[in-house]
């Protein structure tokens, strides 16, 4: 029996279309599963054959290497989108975006998700990497989620056994595959969850350079001290190597100034590391994820 349908299949594709750094090379086989059932059995197929298994959702923090993955991606976003709301409980499958979350719970007058509405990323995305944003983090609103075990079980625990931390879960640390998560939110009024939304749009346009493809913030916060001002501090806004710049917008994002590849997002990460560990000795830790 075929999990997914042969449209859900491609080989050797190209992972700068799946990145909003729009940088990486070939990933060997990539599926886009359509339901959260189909995403278990995929990734258990995948873990059962030995095969290297990789499972993304926006491609919103990765930054794929130019030789690509030799192995399998499976990728949520896109085809796994299904979202449902019972009274204030909104579940979500893996793959339906932040956005469109926070949009469709602004819609029903519950609020929770409003700092999430500028975060390009999916559900299972935010779970992983417990994204946040203004003062709200996806561990204040998750209340339960469906998980791949590395053992090929599916469980669904609770939002206190995910043992979120800052830019961290239980997903991660336990290699566990998000399949859906269950916000609880609160009743709000839709005005003024929408003027919530839209204000922190509003900041996050004056800051960011939304206009150019990044991976977000490149950096992880330091105890004590903020990476895009450190780096700031260091001289670094603007500094490049080959397509790869310090935002002169935002020291914080390292942004595709055109034709960037990893290899060059790499050494500008590293140069920025050094430079900024040699001036206040501080050692910056990168929040983007690698692959491999
Ligand atoms: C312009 C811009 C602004 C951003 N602003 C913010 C911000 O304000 N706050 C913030 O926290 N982040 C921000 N980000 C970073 C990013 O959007 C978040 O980290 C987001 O949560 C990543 O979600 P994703 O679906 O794109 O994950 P991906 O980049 O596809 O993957 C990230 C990690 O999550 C894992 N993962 C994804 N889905 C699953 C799953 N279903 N099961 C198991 N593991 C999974 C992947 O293996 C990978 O290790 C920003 C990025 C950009 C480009």
């Known amino acids: 029996m075929r999990v997914?349908?042969?449209e859900n299949v491609s080989l050797d594709e190209p992972m700068s279309e799946h990145t909003t750094f729009e940088i990486g090379g070939p990933a060997d086989l990539f599926v886009t599963p359509v339901t959260s059932d189909q995403l278990a059995e995929v990734a258990q197929i995948v873990r059962s054959a030995g095969a290297p298994l990789f499972v993304m959702g926006n491609g919103s923090n990765l930054l794929v290497a130019d030789e690509g993955f030799r192995g399998v991606v499976v990728c949520t976003s896109g085809?796994?989108?299904n979202a449902n709301v019972d009274g204030r409980i909104m579940r979500c499958e893996a793959g339906v975006s932040l956005a469109d979350a926070s949009e469709m719970a602004c819609e029903l007058g519950l609020s929770g998700l409003e700092f999430a509405c500028g975060i390009p990323g999916s559900v299972g995305g935010a779970v992983f990497m417990n994204a946040g944003a203004y003062g709200g983090q996806t561990?204040?609103?998750v209340c339960e989620v469906r998980v791949l075990t590395a053992d090929g079980d599916v469980r669904t625990l609770?939002?206190?056994e995910l043992a979120f931390g800052y830019r961290t879960s239980r997903i991660r640390t336990d290699g566990l595959v998000c399949l859906s998560a269950s916000f609880e939110l609160v009743p709000g009024d839709s005005e003024e969850i929408r003027a919530t939304m839209d204000d922190l749009q509003e900041r996050r346009r004056e800051k960011q350079p939304l206009e150019m493809p990044s991976a977000g913030s490149t950096f992880k916060r330091p105890e004590g001290h903020f990476a895009g001002k450190l780096i700031a501090d260091a001289g670094l806004?603007?500094?490049s190597i080959g397509g790869a710049q310090?935002?002169?917008k935002h020291a914080g994002f390292v942004v595709n100034a055109g034709g960037a590849t990893a290899a060059d997002v790499r050494a500008l990460i590293h140069?920025?590391?050094?430079e900024v560990e040699r001036q206040f000795g501080v050692r910056l830790e990168p929040e983007v994820r690698m692959l491999p």
């Open 158 to 160: 609770s939002g206190d």
């Open 139 to 141: 561990a204040d609103v």
């Open 79 to 81: 085809a796994l989108d």
């Open 246 to 248: 310090v935002s002169e």
């Open 4 to 6: 997914v349908g042969e």
């Open 237 to 239: 806004k603007g500094a």
């Open 271 to 274: 140069h920025v590391q050094d």
